[in-house]
């Protein structure tokens, strides 16, 4: 046997530097490169299983949009396109300058809480691919709001133009019926016009739109809400096509704030209408929206948030809807509030002369058998959120 010296039996010939180093870069990119890949790929993963999940909803929301165009086609006002870029920038503004950043911000402020609170440190949800597959699936959702939206506006408005308003007489007498005379003016002796009415109005038009839009916002893209996300969002699209729009056809009325002009009596509500003349300091929101109803009205033009219709009250059932909801995921004191903010709406919409009180009767009973024959047909084992 030849033995063969250690040095010679181990030695190969040295590959060039150049080669060497791009070898090691090679190994490196790889190795930094894996988990981006692997992060992307959990994102795209997550992101379709959540689109997915939520199906029925863009199915409900398209069936709804497709029966108002074949509603409008023959009422011959086919033109949802003219308010959509209204819409668009609408949702674009609250949700891109407001609702995403305080949602990514809340977000932060939970982890940091947690991370304090919390002996285990449970990993940060922004750095979780289901948190942004969460919060891109609610975005589609939140997109198909748009439509939805021009349609119901597009079907309130173009419905009393053939019609007028038929039972606006009826149904005064009935809201007077039930309460022993009109009830705006016992609204009026509980709280003081001088005082509370310009809080009132700015309360009623404005507070309303944020918390229902900030509601169905976050229900679209936390995952807290998975359990309700589609009750909640089919609910929400049959309040405003049941109630808003087949509903509102089925009877139509303007409310008292427009009584003169739908019945030619101007004496019954003439003290409300003086009360929103003193109110108009040129900030006056209920005078501006009242004017700028009108005006389409009798112009039969379209815009966005025209419409005039009085039952039911829109108002009063999407914070109906949203009440119930907050008292099923946040539990008993946060209910009690968003009730609260309920009695709230419904007093400001007599107070203000947009509805007659049985219109936010209608509403709360009528949102409150949608939500009971929702959760007989849900499914959705308790708890998953």
Known sequence: MTLVPAAE??????????????????????????????????????????V????????????????????LSFAGSFNIDALLPRYVMLFATYSLAVFIPLFLIGTLAGDVFRCFTQADRPPPSLATSRYWARLFAGLVLV????????AYSTVKTVLPF?????????????????????????????????????????NYHQSWIVYWTAFAFWVCVCRRADAVRTRYIVSMMLTWG????????????????????????????????????????GNSLVKYYSTFLWQNYEAQAIGPGSGISAVPSLHVAIVTLNAFFVRELFGKWWG?????????????????????????????????VMYWIGLKLDRTPRGTA
């Open 9 to 50: 039996e181990t030695l190969a010939p040295e590959p060039p530097r150049a080669v060497a180093a791009a070898t090691t870069g090679d190994r490196t990119v790889d190795a930094r490169s894996l988990p981006v890949l692997t992060g992307i790929s959990n994102l795209l993963r997550h992101t379709a299983r959540c």
């Open 52 to 71: 997915m999940n939520d199906a029925a909803t863009y199915v409900a929301i398209l069936a709804y949009v497709a029966a108002a165009f074949v509603y």
């Open 143 to 150: 997109a198909l709001f748009i439509p939805m939206m021009a």
């Open 162 to 202: 053939g019609a007028g308003f038929p039972y606006e007489q009826a149904l005064a007498q009935i809201d007077a019926f039930l309460h022993g005379g009109d009830p705006w003016p016992i609204t009026h002796w509980l709280l003081d016009p001088e005082v509370f009415g310009r809080w009132i109005d700015r």
């Open 242 to 281: 049941l109630l808003g729009n087949v509903l509102a056809g089925l009877s139509m009325s303007a409310g008292p704030v427009f009584y003169a002009g739908a019945t030619g009596d101007a004496q019954r509500f003439a003290e409300l209408s003086a009360f929103i003349d003193r109110l108009d300091d």
């Open 336 to 368: 009690a509030l968003a009730w609260l903010f309920v009695a709230v709406i419904s007093f400001s919409s007599v107070y203000l002369g947009w509805h007659y009180a049985i219109d936010a009767y209608i509403s709360i009973i009528l949102v409150a």
